[in-house]
């Protein structure tokens, strides 16, 4: 579950600063990416309530969050409308976006459950699959996406980080795109299951009716 990847000029947020690296900044970002990689989904195996993605959204689920650019300016504001039904063993998951721009967009996802913490899943601008992990309230998810299914240059990695909160009904999703290794861009989103409005994301968004 993505956020907008494109700036103010609607032009996507994949370029890369071509400007000379520095190398100490260089060595303090791969020391930070490399502290990072070491938080794995297992560290959250008590925290409850437990997260299972694919019965969290069965159903009807709203959400609105923020893309902020790499230095975490801002850029664009959106919100999602959602609702996942049961078909055999997967959870289909249709996603319509709206963007502070008035944009609009749709991604149909398909969530399987491998075992009691794996899981994958596939949609069409994703390249492969996308292998997901829950364990307690928290669900890791990883996959490649490509913003221009002709260019190969445009695939961006998504990494995102849920957590479910204590109502159950409540999740946070924090989003990190990278390209080429570098973050680009992030995101931060809430999610609510049920049919609640959402915050409003600006006079071009206007509330979408529910299903």
Known sequence: MRADLRGPNSQPIVGL????????PFLALLLLLGGCSSLSPEHFAAAQPRFEPDRYFEGPVRSWGVTENRRGDPRS???????????????VVTQDFTFESGRTQQRVWRIRRI??????AAAPDVVGVAPGEAYGNTFRWKYTLALNPRNVFTRVRMHHWMYL????????????????????????EHFHRGTEPVPSIGASGQSRSDR
């Open 17 to 24: 600063n071509a400007g000379r690296l520095r190398w100490k």
């Open 165 to 188: 909160q204590a109502d159950g009904t409540t999740m946070i999703n924090r989003v990190i795109v990278t390209k080429f290794g570098f973050v680009i861009a992030q995101t931060t």
């Open 77 to 91: 504001r959106f919100r999602t409308v959602m609702f996942g039904r049961r078909e055999g063993d997967v959870t």
């Open 115 to 120: 075992d009691e913490h794996h899981y994958e």
